[in-house]
């Protein structure tokens, strides 16, 4: 039996090739040691999800969840000091590119459409 949360659903929607081939293009992950562009897009998804107020609740919301994290493409759940500096020392611009190449994507799915009935 296998048990997918509603985070673990929305993660694998997304355009997974797009977003990767935007990170390869930005060089975010040039000189990177482990807690890549991924993870931390991936934490900043699960802080809106969760409705995280701190970085410690990101934290330890991850560390609940650690032996579903390898489905999520995350290795280990990261500690606050990594979480805060990645926060502080990536290059925003990516996560803006994603927020549009994923917007772009569903928005060609006919999601965002209005229908008049």
């Not at 919301?61 to 500690?79: D, E, K, V």
């Amino acid at each position: 039996m296998t048990n997918i949360t509603l985070f673990a659903q929305a993660i694998g929607k997304l355009p997974k090739e797009k977003i990767r081939k935007i990170i390869r293009e930005s060089g975010t992950d040039k000189h990177c040691k482990g807690y890549d562009t991924w993870s931390l897009f991936v934490s900043m998804m699960f802080s809106q999800f969760s409705n995280c107020d701190s970085v410690r609740d990101i934290s330890n919301g991850l560390n609940s969840a650690n032996g579903n994290l390898n489905h999520l493409g995350i290795a280990r759940a990261p500690s606050k000091s990594t979480i805060a500096y990645q926060n502080a020392h990536r290059n925003s611009n990516v996560f803006r590119d994603i927020y549009y190449a994923t917007f772009q994507h569903f928005g060609q799915q006919g999601l965002w459409q209005r229908h008049k009935f």
